[in-house]
């Protein structure tokens, strides 16, 4: 549950989504579109700002567009790529 209050956090200060709180994004809302419509701008900053936060790259479209659907296939994506991580150490 903290990972995905830290993503609702990053997304908020990162994106300068101002108007919104973490409580007020559901964990199945969509990222872009109807949803809390971003577009393919905040797609490049969130890619780059997984990295920072998080330490975790997202390589191509193919891995990033089911990523980065809604919080919860989000974080989904950072525990997966995290535990790969660990694995390879």
Do not use: C, W, Y
């Amino acid at each position: 549950m903290e990972l995905k209050r830290k993503l609702k956090e990053m997304i908020i200060e990162e994106l300068q989504l101002e108007d919104l709180t973490p409580d007020e994004i559901d964990d199945d809302t969509p990222l872009f579109g109807e949803g809390l419509g971003l577009d393919s701008l905040d797609a490049v900053e969130l890619v780059v700002q997984l990295q920072v936060h998080f330490g975790v790259e997202i390589k191509n479209i193919e891995e990033g567009r089911p990523a980065l659907q809604s919080i919860n296939t989000l974080a989904q994506f950072v525990k997966t790529k995290q535990a790969e991580t660990v694995n390879e150490v």
